[in-house]
């Protein structure tokens, strides 16, 4: 799990001390000048350098777009895996996406054993970025 754990540190890395813009979303246009990048949304407009800014092909900069983005960029590496990414903004807020399935086709949202948990640094202002891998047995 060691490559499992040094995967989430590059992809929360690569999040870390930016500005995330989220691409899809149909309530901000997004402008780019030389080395700077202009948000609008509604009536208020605001300027970035462009250095500051990760562009995300995501509708939004939740906690749920953010799990779903994480667990998209880590399902290449661990094909024979099921994934949980869990977001914590706070304690008791926890956003989830897994592919972890019972055997009715319903998407598991408790905890399971035989995993290994990554609790990781901050993101803007997700507290707690956690892992959990279970070998896939279908």
């Known amino acids: ?5 040094q995967k989430l540190q590059q992809i929360v890395t690569s999040l870390d001390h930016f500005v995330l813009l989220p691409t899809q979303s149909p309530s901000i246009q997004i402008h780019e000048n030389m080395d700077q990048i202009t948000v609008k ?8 350098p462009k250095l500051d800014c990760k562009f995300l092909l995501i509708p939004a900069t939740t906690a749920e777009c953010l799990a779903n983005y994480i667990y998209q960029q880590l399902k290449p590496f661990f094909s024979s895996y099921l994934l949980r990414v869990e977001l914590a903004e ?12 019972d055997l009715y086709g319903k998407f598991f949202l408790f905890t399971v054993f035989n995993f290994l ?4 640094s901050r993101v803007g202002s997700l507290a707690v970025i956690t892992l959990r891998l279970r070998r896939d047995e279908t």
């Open 117 to 120: 948990e990554f609790p990781l």
């Open 90 to 101: 706070s304690e008791g807020s926890v956003a989830i996406y897994t592919d972890w399935k």
């Open 1 to 5: 799990f060691f490559e499992a754990k």
């Open 41 to 48: 949304t509604g009536d208020k407009q605001y300027e970035f």
